[in-house]
């Protein structure tokens, strides 16, 4: 993915804080393991796989647009 990460994490962050659900609940929801959406949202994984932010969106019913905007 080409845009910046920051971007992302922040979103990821401010949906899951709109959901009112923790890291540990939004990787379960997302079927991703809380390591990897952790160091996505910290900002640690720099490159994050568009599989992985799929899931995540889902998890968060949103768009991976919603994410990356």
């Known amino acids: 993915m080409s845009k910046d990460l920051s971007t992302?994490?922040?979103n990821?962050?401010?949906?899951?804080?709109?959901?009112?659900?923790?890291q540990d609940k939004?990787?379960?929801?997302?079927?991703?393991t809380l390591?990897?959406?952790?160091?996505?949202?910290?900002?640690a994984t720099?490159?994050?796989r568009i599989e992985t932010l799929k899931k995540i969106a889902m998890g968060l019913n949103v768009s991976v647009d919603d994410l990356i905007k």
């Not at 990821?12 to 923790?22: A, C, E, H, M």
């Not at 939004?26 to 991703?32: E, G, H, P, R, W």
């Not at 390591?35 to 900002?43: M, S, Y």
């Open 46 to 48: 720099t490159d994050p």
């Open 35 to 43: 390591h990897t959406l952790t160091k996505i949202e910290t900002g």
């Open 12 to 22: 990821i962050k401010k949906y899951r804080d709109k959901l009112g659900v923790s």
């Open 26 to 32: 939004l990787s379960k929801l997302a079927d991703v």
């Open 8 to 10: 992302i994490a922040k």
